[in-house]
């Protein structure tokens, strides 16, 4: 079986963005469904104080942020590429404009007050009232509702006119910024049905999101969370690239005890020891009681490092 870890949870859309890649790269991999909210034990064990979702596990390396998650499975299994050589930049440019612009539109719109109706409609109210106090917490960036369908209808828009002329955003074959624009509609469609409503003037885009639902998720095996800490626990780190150059935009040398946190929304930061900082990302070392010796890997684009006091 796989030793591909995702720690995630259903109605979570960066979550559902890494489970579209693995169904885009029928890649097998092991499930552990983790809080959508504070507190969350199990996920700080393993990475010390990041707590947004999802993290890919492997063995005793934790990797946070899709955008470097979906680098670590481009690197495992290159094809089918999420990033082809000819569109390489586009595709990564796309893509940062939907995990940002996008995204915010999307959930400012899906966040109101009939969508939130529809997400807890099954819960109890203690739990909703749970969720809102956490993402009040965490500084979620909303747009005020009619703003929010004024952008997301706006962004609709853009997707549709990428579709004119080809089946996937960037052209014949799905790519990165099919993946990144897919996740906030898929949450608009799946979590917040009553919403859906805002893709009738664009039919080619609801067509494109069936091409994209029809790929899958690959295959998933349940395993539980105290299962994928034994695993941690159990393997050492894997050895760090020496190829890759250090790369010193701070004048902090490698070996320094560092924090290293999101710029916005969820910054609770991560301390360890500086192992690795190269062009792309960085690595802290860290040990946990449950889980001994981990390295967290960051990607630098969103992330602050700083010394860490004391
Ligand atoms: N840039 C991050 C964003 C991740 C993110 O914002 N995830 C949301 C869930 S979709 C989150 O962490 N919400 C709070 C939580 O799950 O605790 C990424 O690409 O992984």
């Not at 369908?149 to 074959?173: K, N």
Request: neutral net charge; proline residues 7%; hydrophobic residues 45%.
């Amino acid at each position: 079986m796989s030793d591909l870890i995702l720690h995630h949870y259903p109605m979570s859309p960066f979550s559902h963005k890494i489970r579209a890649v693995l169904g885009f790269k029928q890649l097998a991999w092991k499930s552990v469904i983790v809080p959508g909210f504070m507190p969350k034990p199990d996920v700080v064990a393993l990475t010390g104080g990041y707590r947004r979702t999802p993290l890919l596990q492997i063995g005793a390396d934790i990797y946070c942020d899709t955008a470097l998650i979906c680098d670590v499975l481009e690197h495992r299994e290159p094809q089918p590429a999420l990033y082809p050589a000819h569109q390489k930049g586009l595709a990564r440019v796309v893509s940062q404009w939907a995990d940002t612009n996008l995204f915010w539109a999307a959930m400012s719109y899906n966040f109101q007050q009939r969508g939130l109706q529809t997400l807890f409609a099954n819960a109890d109210r203690a739990m909703a009232l749970a969720f809102v106090a956490d993402r009040n917490a965490m500084g979620i960036p909303l747009k005020p509702a009619p703003e929010a369908a004024v952008a997301y209808r706006s962004d609709l828009r853009r997707i549709a006119s990428m579709l004119d002329e080809h089946p996937f955003l960037l052209g014949e074959l799905p790519c990165m910024a099919d993946f990144s624009a897919y996740h906030p509609l898929w949450f608009t469609r799946v979590c917040t049905p009553p919403l859906a409503h805002i893709f009738d003037a664009t039919p080619q885009v609801l067509a494109w999101m069936d091409r994209m639902a029809s790929m899958g998720v690959g295959q998933m095996q349940k395993i539980t969370a105290q299962d994928a800490l034994v695993e941690a626990a159990r393997i050492e780190p894997l050895p760090l690239p020496v190829m890759e150059a250090f790369v010193d935009e701070h004048g902090i040398a490698l070996g320094s005890r560092v924090s290293v946190a999101a710029e916005s929304f969820g910054t609770e930061p991560t301390v360890g020891k500086l192992v690795a900082a190269t062009r792309t990302r960085y690595t802290l070392a860290r040990e946990d009681k449950r889980v001994g010796k981990v390295h967290v890997h960051f990607p630098r684009v969103g992330y602050v490092l700083k010394a860490a006091e004391g």
